[in-house]
């Protein structure tokens, strides 16, 4: 979508159809003044509608009338109670996106100072409305041959009100479209189908962002073997995909500053190997790669945004499947650590794979942080849903820190606690750790548990996007509009906000 900014009132901008915010009634039920423009453009249809407590203001609500003038529409945007926050904005900017879809409108102008009433400051508002039509418009359509039009380009009205405010709200806009960009381009890597989608391709996807300044390295078998990453080898073993390991990294701002590590579990595709899953619903596992993905937006972001923090995105990929050579339950796997994991459970594999990943970035580069995405266990669904990740780690500084990004993003997060329960379970009598427990209880924690095994002493956290990853057809009405049928790119806009924002751990 393309964004704009104009000084003018929005309905002095040329459009299909103007977007008005409408805070909820509440106790003063009278007609909000700030829409008497608009109002006597259509005869006084809003104030009747308003009177007829057709339109409320409510969240979601989505309202399109049209001009007695033939110039368009306005479309009334609830924005729910007062106080206002970020995610109301992005919530209704996403909400009109969506409804507005196949209605023939392409260009829509935002009057800002209805979205802001005077509650959320305007450069917050403006990328939070920004955010919400983008993410709202998104559709996967690249195997569609017929596709439902969407809003292609919107500009924010900024008026008497904001107008003063045009440099700095360019500028907030400007980080926004960079940011999207890596966000719509992330959700098109998890869409993309596993015939597609292989641990090469992956990694083909990573090296264009040479581009952009990033350096990349790709390890191949061959490779991976020579390092003694037995755990990605493992996993891949069968496939006729072979798997692969990469590095990306983004030098910073400065080369004196703190380096953080971001390691993302990219499976391309799980059937759960010898362990395998049931047929229903594994078309959905080509999402299990969404944590690498978001590696890969996050570095995008970060490069685009010039972020001052050194950052080293590693992902590792495989994909797992039943083959001749595949890895079997009861094989003890050694891993870069030299640390060794009986494998009781095929399709515990996410960790499996994550346990060299972990192990190298904290061997090779030292960072000050290293932060672990990905669709690690269905347990994080069933304990949070799908509009929450979990968070576990060994530093509670830096869980904390990527609680508030997820709260300033939207994109939320839930603490859980390790223990020394939880480290006992996953002890092993024939090897150094188990990668799946019986019975099978506190399933995020064992995971979480598992992986705190190849960290040693750097401030970790880890993130079970399982929930989040991706939309489903049944429960998308349970899910904020902004997310789409498919893959959401979780993580992305967290993360950048967290090396970008003042949450950061020092």
Same mark, same amino acid.
């Given at each position: 979508?393309?964004?704009?900014?104009?000084?003018?009132?929005?309905?002095?901008?040329?459009?299909?159809?103007?977007?008005?915010?409408?805070?909820?009634?509440?106790?003063?039920?009278?007609?909000?003044?700030?829409?008497?423009?608009?109002?006597?453009?259509?005869?006084?249809?809003?104030?009747?509608?308003?009177?007829?407590?057709?339109?409320?203001?409510?969240?979601?609500?989505?309202?399109?009338?049209?001009?007695?003038?033939?110039?368009?529409?306005?479309?009334?945007? !609830?924005? +729910?109670?007062?106080?206002?926050?970020?995610?109301?904005?992005?919530?209704?900017?996403?909400?009109?996106?969506?409804?507005?879809?196949?209605?023939?409108?392409?260009?829509?102008?935002?009057?800002?100072?209805?979205?802001?009433?005077?509650?959320?400051?305007?450069?917050?508002? %403006?990328?939070?409305?920004?955010?919400?039509?983008?993410?709202?418009?998104?559709?996967?359509?690249?195997?569609?041959?017929?596709?439902?039009?969407?809003?292609?380009?919107?500009?924010?009205?900024?008026?008497? %009100?904001? !107008?003063? @405010? @045009? !440099?700095?709200?360019?500028?907030?806009?400007?980080?926004?479209? =960079?940011?999207?960009?890596?966000?719509?381009?992330?959700?098109?890597?998890?869409?993309?189908?596993?015939?597609?989608? #292989?641990?090469?391709?992956?990694?083909?996807?990573?090296?264009?962002?040479?581009?952009?300044?990033? =350096?990349?390295?790709?390890?191949?078998?061959?490779?991976?073997?020579?390092?003694?990453?037995?755990?990605?080898?493992?996993?891949?073993?069968?496939?006729?995909?072979?798997?692969?390991?990469?590095?990306?990294?983004?030098?910073? &701002?400065?080369? =004196?500053?703190?380096?953080?590590?971001? %390691?993302?579990?990219?499976?391309?595709?799980?059937? !759960?190997?010898?362990?395998?899953?049931?047929?229903?619903?594994?078309?959905?596992?080509?999402?299990? =790669?969404?944590?690498?993905?978001?590696?890969?937006?996050?570095?995008?972001?970060?490069?685009?945004?010039?972020?001052?923090?050194?950052?080293?995105?590693?992902?590792?990929?495989?994909?797992?499947?039943?083959?001749?050579?595949?890895?079997?339950? +009861? /094989?003890?796997?050694? #891993?870069?650590? &030299?640390?060794?994991?009986?494998?009781?459970?095929?399709?515990?594999?996410?960790?499996?794979?994550?346990?060299?990943?972990?192990?190298?970035?904290?061997?090779?580069?030292?960072?000050?942080?290293?932060? /672990?995405?990905?669709?690690?266990?269905?347990?994080?669904? %069933?304990?949070?849903?799908?509009?929450?990740?979990?968070?576990?780690?060994?530093?509670?500084?830096?869980?904390?820190?990527?609680?508030?990004?997820?709260?300033?993003?939207?994109?939320?997060?839930?603490?859980?606690?390790?223990? /020394?329960?939880?480290? @006992?379970?996953?002890?092993? /009598?024939?090897?150094?750790?188990?990668?799946?427990?019986?019975?099978?209880?506190?399933?995020?924690?064992?995971?979480?548990?598992?992986?705190?095994?190849?960290?040693?002493?750097?401030?970790?956290?880890?993130?079970?996007?399982?929930?989040?990853?991706?939309?489903?057809?049944? #429960?998308?009405?349970?899910?904020?509009?902004?997310?789409?049928?498919?893959? #959401?790119?979780?993580?992305?806009?967290?993360?950048? @906000?967290?090396?970008?924002?003042?949450?950061?751990?020092?």
């Amino acid at each position: 979508m393309k964004l704009l900014l104009d000084r003018r009132e929005a309905i002095q901008v040329a459009s299909d159809a103007v977007l008005l915010g409408l805070v909820e009634a509440g106790k003063d039920s009278s007609f909000p003044p700030a829409l008497a423009a608009e109002n006597k453009l259509v005869g006084g249809a809003l104030e009747r509608a308003w009177a007829a407590k057709e339109v409320r203001g409510k969240r979601r609500e989505v309202t399109i009338v049209h001009r007695s003038d033939r110039a368009g529409r306005f479309v009334l945007v !609830g924005l +729910g109670p007062r106080p206002l926050t970020a995610d109301a904005l992005r919530v209704a900017g996403a909400e009109a996106a969506k409804r507005l879809r196949g209605k023939g409108i392409r260009t829509v102008s935002v009057a800002l100072p209805t979205f802001t009433a005077g509650e959320v400051p305007a450069a917050v508002a %403006v990328q939070a409305i920004a955010e919400g039509l983008t993410l709202g418009s998104y559709q996967y359509l690249q195997y569609k041959a017929n596709n439902e039009p969407s809003v292609e380009e919107a500009t924010l009205g900024l008026g008497r %009100v904001h !107008g003063s @405010e @045009e !440099g700095s709200l360019k500028r907030a806009l400007s980080e926004s479209t =960079k940011l999207l960009d890596a966000v719509l381009w992330t959700r098109d890597l998890a869409n993309t189908p596993p015939n597609i989608a #292989t641990p090469a391709w992956l990694a083909t996807q990573a090296e264009s962002l040479t581009e952009l300044g990033l =350096k990349v390295a790709v390890f191949d078998e061959k490779k991976l073997l020579e390092l003694g990453c037995g755990g990605i080898l493992a996993v891949g073993s069968g496939s006729r995909h072979p798997p692969r390991m990469v590095v990306v990294e983004w030098p910073g &701002g400065s080369r =004196k500053g703190r380096t953080v590590a971001i %390691v993302g579990k990219g499976i391309t595709f799980d059937s !759960g190997g010898i362990s395998i899953k049931p047929a229903l619903g594994m078309q959905e596992m080509k999402f299990d =790669k969404a944590g690498a993905c978001a590696v890969l937006g996050t570095l995008r972001a970060a490069a685009m945004l010039k972020a001052p923090t050194r950052v080293i995105g590693v992902l590792a990929c495989a994909e797992n499947l039943v083959g001749e050579g595949a890895y079997r339950p +009861g /094989d003890i796997v050694r #891993t870069y650590s &030299g640390k060794t994991i009986e494998v009781t459970n095929t399709d515990a594999e996410g960790r499996v794979v994550l346990s060299d990943a972990l192990a190298y970035a904290v061997d090779k580069y030292h960072p000050d942080e290293i932060i /672990d995405i990905a669709t690690l266990t269905g347990a994080a669904l %069933v304990a949070l849903g799908e509009n929450m990740a979990a968070v576990v780690g060994n530093n509670e500084r830096l869980e904390n820190a990527l609680v508030g990004s997820g709260l300033a993003t939207g994109e939320l997060l839930w603490r859980l606690p390790l223990t /020394d329960t939880h480290r @006992e379970m996953v002890r092993s /009598d024939v090897a150094d750790v188990k990668n799946s427990v019986e019975p099978k209880v506190a399933g995020v924690l064992i995971g979480g548990t598992f992986l705190e095994q190849f960290v040693g002493e750097t401030p970790w956290a880890h993130l079970d996007i399982a929930g989040p990853a991706y939309a489903r057809l049944g #429960t998308l009405k349970y899910c904020p509009p902004y997310h789409p049928l498919g893959a #959401t790119a979780f993580g992305v806009r967290l993360l950048t @906000e967290y090396l970008l924002g003042e949450t950061a751990v020092q």
